[in-house]
């Protein structure tokens, strides 16, 4: 089993940043690929972005160019860098991981989840 634990929600005016964190446990060698979801109220999960272990990375649309994903492999975490956030960003953020690369954007493929942070984009 792989434990994932987020951190680094909160409230934040528009236009401001966050950096949320993804901290990996237990069988870490099932995280070859880890991504970061959100899903608003009355919104289906959609995808945000991901990175592969050789830190190849993948974003969606909404958020190319404003967002940052990395991770350090030797603490095994994983982050999200959020810039000039939206009231339209507001959501609960989910950490996910799977062991292969794969199909890289869709939730279901991923048996790995944590318990998601919110994040509030204030106007």
């Known amino acids: 089993q792989v434990q994932l634990a987020e951190s680094g929600g909160g409230l934040v005016q528009a236009g401001g940043s966050l950096r949320l964190s993804c901290a990996a446990s237990g069988r870490t060698f099932s995280t070859n690929a880890m991504g970061w979801f959100r899903q608003a109220p009355g919104k289906e999960r959609e995808f945000v972005a991901a990175i592969s272990w050789n830190t190849n990375t993948f974003y969606g649309d909404s958020v190319k160019g404003r967002f940052t994903i990395s991770r350090d492999n030797a603490k095994n975490t994983v982050y999200l860098q959020m810039n000039s956030l939206k009231s339209e960003d507001t959501a609960v953020y989910y950490c996910?991981?799977?062991?292969?690369?794969?199909?890289?954007?869709?939730?279901?493929?991923?048996?790995?989840w944590g318990q998601g942070t919110q994040v509030t984009v204030s106007t």
């Open positions: 996910a991981a799977k062991a292969s690369i794969g199909v890289i954007t869709a939730p279901e493929l991923y048996p790995y």
